[in-house]
Nanobody, 124 residues
Framework: QVQLVESGGGSVQAGGSLRLSCAASGRTFSSYSVGWFRQAPGKEREVVATISWNGGRTYYADSVKGRFTISRDNTKNTVYLQMNSLKPEDTAVYYC?????????????????WGQGTQVTVSS
């Protein structure tokens, strides 16, 4: 079992930055792939970025490439999402999710464990 807790959300102006953290419990977290997803009101949940168990592989949605960076520190059981040059369209609830397996996974239905979400609001 893995429990995930997100933090770091908040309100910023366009062009600003935030760093989200996803802290996990469980001794086997280092063997899990992790993804960040987001969901805006009235929209479907979408993938933002994913990272493999050892950080060797990453995936970014086109909408965030060059602005967001996903990373992980398995010694701290934590995955990060550094978000720069934020835009109003980045406003959403951001969730981290985890699943076993060595690949990067972009479909939210493939993830087994989810955090409670953290709100990110970007004003113009």
């Amino acid at each position: 079992q893995v429990q995930l807790v997100e933090s770091g959300g908040g309100s910023v102006q366009a062009g600003g930055s935030l760093r989200l953290s996803c802290a996990a419990s469980g001794r086997t977290f280092s063997s899990y792939s992790v993804g960040w997803f987001r969901q805006a009101p009235g929209k479907e949940r979408e993938v933002v970025a994913t990272i493999s168990w050892n950080g060797g592989r990453t995936y970014y949605a086109d909408s965030v490439k060059g602005r967001f960076t996903i990373s992980r520190d398995n010694t701290k059981n934590t995955v990060y999402l550094q978000m720069n040059s934020l835009k109003p369209e980045d406003t959403a609830v951001y969730y981290c999710a985890a699943r076993g397996g060595g690949n990067v996974y972009t479909e939210f239905k493939l993830y087994d464990y989810w955090g409670q979400g953290t709100q990110v609001t970007v004003s113009s």
